[in-house]
């Protein structure tokens, strides 16, 4: 079987060490020649970079190189795989971006509104260069990104790239609420088939098949759903404000007579209920910062100390599978031509039929190595028709921000999105904004 030289963009990230078990866990069908780690900042990629070390001798002895790196040129040599898992100022913005949203009033959160515009302005020209520097040095490697706000960044590898169909933008929301309902549903996911239309974080399950027998089950899904659930086995639930998140489904349902809403949806349609539970000193940063970020740095300086995992309490044999093996699924779909259905965040192009072709969609799409081939959806309702128009044109108007640097398009943006609205605050909003990204954002005016 060929063996891959993947590279992780984004190689310091606190994603990076359960990722880096996964592929030790699949192995057998995803084997691994080359393993790359990139990242900007050379500690925090050192630390990882070491683990990397440790975890890959014990587990992973055939690999042939292991090299973590800060230089692009060194990382992106020959590479098959590219998956891009980047924070532009790290959780450090992400607490400024979900702070000064709250300040003036709107909601303060990672990908949704001021936050994820201002993320977005962040993360656009740090991808684009990171791209072309892959495209010099691996002209052919697959490129699957899911750095975040992947909507507003998947605008921008259109417009930049757009005959480049080796950039694959995805999201593992619809992954894990799928984990989630198949276990309501006593299932696996992979015995489920769904049909979704929507933007990334935008979006609607209209029918979850049983992949042998056909039956859909999202009508029995939303009966069962309308009383909160709480589903102890998944991980995601230990988390207060995840369990609060998906307890909040069922107001959604409760609400809405047809489909099954993306959990970020909770955002847009009850902006003033989600703002009212923000705490403007202790924002979701805050709580990844001293949680699951501080956690697993800590795992990983044990882990250097021990020098190993094998027998510790960080031994990954018999761990669990996660989420993160939908990237292994996606790129085995790529690279054997598996045609497997995946949800991912595309160019319309006729797909929802009475939207613009020029949308970036997520929809079900076949995933084979010609790329992926979006199917069908035929044309959704007015209500949704209405909202992702909108959602699309605060989305666009947000790349055209950035490619014009033009504060105006910035101002019609906020204005646009559905956490904002109002003129004046949008103003106010968007001058701290500006402040608070001098050393990201292109300038603007
Ligand atoms: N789409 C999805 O489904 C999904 C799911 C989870 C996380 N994410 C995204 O994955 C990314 C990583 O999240 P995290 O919480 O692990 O963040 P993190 O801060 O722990 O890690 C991000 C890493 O990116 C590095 N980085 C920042 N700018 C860089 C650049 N220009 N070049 C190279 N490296 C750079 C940082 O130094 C850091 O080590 C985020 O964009 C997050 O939103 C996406
Ligand atoms: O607030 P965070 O940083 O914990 O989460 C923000 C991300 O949330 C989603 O990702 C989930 C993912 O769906 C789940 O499978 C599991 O891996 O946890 C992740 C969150 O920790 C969302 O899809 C991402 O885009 C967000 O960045
Ligand atoms: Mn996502």
Not at 171 to 183: F, G, Q
Not at 257 to 268: A, R
Not at 342 to 349: A, H, Y
Not at 399 to 420: F, H, I, M, P
Request: hydrophobic share 35%; charged share 25%; proline share 5%.
């Amino acid at each position: 079987m060929k063996k891959y030289n993947i590279c992780i963009v984004g190689g310091g990230s606190r994603y990076t060490p359960d990722m880096l078990a996964m592929l030790c866990n699949q192995k057998e069908r995803f084997p691994i020649k080359k393993l790359v780690l990139y990242d900007n900042e050379k500690e925090r990629q050192e630390k990882v970079g070491k683990y990397a070390e440790i975890l890959f001798r014990e587990y992973y002895p055939e690999i042939e190189e292991i090299i973590y790196t800060t230089s692009m040129k060194e990382a992106f040599q020959d590479i098959d795989f590219a998956l891009m898992q980047i924070r532009v100022g790290r959780l450090k913005m992400r607490e400024m971006d979900e702070k000064i949203a709250l300040k003036h009033g709107c909601l303060g959160q990672e990908t949704c509104g001021a936050g994820g515009f201002a993320y977005g302005l962040r993360s656009i020209p740090a991808i684009i260069e990171i791209i072309n520097v892959i495209r010099k040095y691996s002209p052919k490697c697959w490129i699957l990104n899911y750095s975040n706000p992947a909507a507003i960044v998947a605008e921008a590898t259109k417009r930049i790239f757009p005959n480049d169909y080796r950039i694959i933008n995805i999201c593992d929301m619809p992954i894990a609420i799928l984990d989630v309902y198949a276990e309501v549903l006593g299932k696996k996911r992979k015995d489920l088939e769904p049909k979704y239309f929507g933007l990334n974080h935008f979006g609607w399950f209209t029918h979850i098949y049983d992949t042998k027998t056909g039956e859909d089950y999202l009508p029995k899904l939303r009966e069962l759903l309308k009383t909160p659930i709480d589903v102890q086995t998944e991980p995601l639930f230990q988390e207060p404000s995840w369990s609060a998140t998906f307890e909040f489904m069922s107001q959604m349902i409760n609400d809405y007579d047809e489909y099954l809403p993306n959990t970020y949806l909770q955002y847009y349609l009850y902006p003033h209920k989600m703002l009212k539970k923000q705490n403007p000193e202790y924002t979701r940063a805050n709580e990844v910062m001293d949680g699951n970020e501080k956690d697993t740095f800590q795992r990983l300086d044990a882990v250097l100390a021990n020098g190993k995992l094998k027998g510790t309490e960080y031994d990954i044999d018999g761990s669990a599978g996660c989420h993160a093996e939908y990237i292994v699924d996606l790129a085995t779909a790529l690279a054997n031509n598996t045609k497997e259905i995946f949800l991912i965040i595309t160019k319309n192009n006729g797909t929802i039929s009475n939207l613009d072709p020029e949308m970036m969609v997520e929809v079900p799409c076949r995933v084979g190595s010609n790329g992926v081939e979006p199917l069908s959806v035929g044309n959704i309702p007015t209500f949704y028709k209405g909202l992702l128009e909108n959602q699309y044109a605060y989305e666009s108007l947000t790349v055209d921000a950035y490619a014009e640097g033009s504060k105006a398009k910035a101002l019609q943006a906020l204005v646009l999105n559905r956490t904002v609205v109002n003129t004046n605050v949008a103003k106010e909003l968007l001058e701290d904004l500006i402040n608070a990204n001098a050393d990201y954002w292109p300038k603007m005016q």
